[in-house]
């Protein structure tokens, strides 16, 4: 029999793009699913889009939030609910092809050291709904735990979209920040396993520019954004997240990665701010 595996989706006003994003996962080739919705207070047609894919799909479970949660927050709150063996996490905006789940789980069932399985990654975006492919070097495989941190220290998360095993996933500490919420479970994850590139499997993700105060007004509904205090709550949820998984060392490597990866960014977000050539 088949593993289940949840697939999660956090959802604040998922407008035009959620019946797409679910029409994706429903569309899987990969059967044995439980789909996890918690819509976060939406006040546009998400609601109603829940309402209608309910009465089509048995596998849909449904939760409105009664208060708006941050948005990091309701990632994590639809994982609570997994009752799979596996795991993937589906933004209402993002979608994947047929066969991304069952690709996916094969290769993580056949590979015991992996936490994570991941594929293709093509990025979207208004008028560019086919999608373009990106080079993306996310996989540790045969890495070590210190280098497989540091390579996720320096990676951008797309991959956090992938399947994996629940149990582990469970198991990393999530700490409340508002900048690059998810960079540290990626580096807690990095201590426990690695990370597999499985070709083929295509993950379409939505671009949508913002700037530092955008991203966190959505996810924290916050109307200023301090960068350092930002920078700060990066490294202390980078060492939580990795002490939580590997002890004081690794939590100390893994802020120690965030310092060195922020101290390397320095000199072009001065640049920037104050318009050196």
Known sequence: MLALVTVGIPVRNGGEFLAHALDSILGQSYRNLEIVVSDNGSDDQTAETMARYCKLDRRIVYIRQREPIKAFDNFRFVLDQAKGVY???AAHDDFHSPDYIE???????ADSEAVLTFGDLLITSPGNEQGTLRDYDFATE???WRRRMKKAAFTQCFHIYGVWRTSSLKSIPFAGNAWWPDLPVMIGAAFIGTFKYV????FFYHEVPK???QRVQYQDYAARFNIVAGVLGLIRASYISSAGVGGLFAGLYGAWLVISKQARNLPGFLGRRLRWP
């Open 142 to 144: 045969e890495l070590q």
């Open 211 to 213: 700037t530092n105060l």
């Open 199 to 202: 070709p083929g499997p295509r």
């Open 103 to 109: 690709r996916l789980v094969h290769a993580l069932e």
């Open 87 to 89: 795991f993937l996490w």
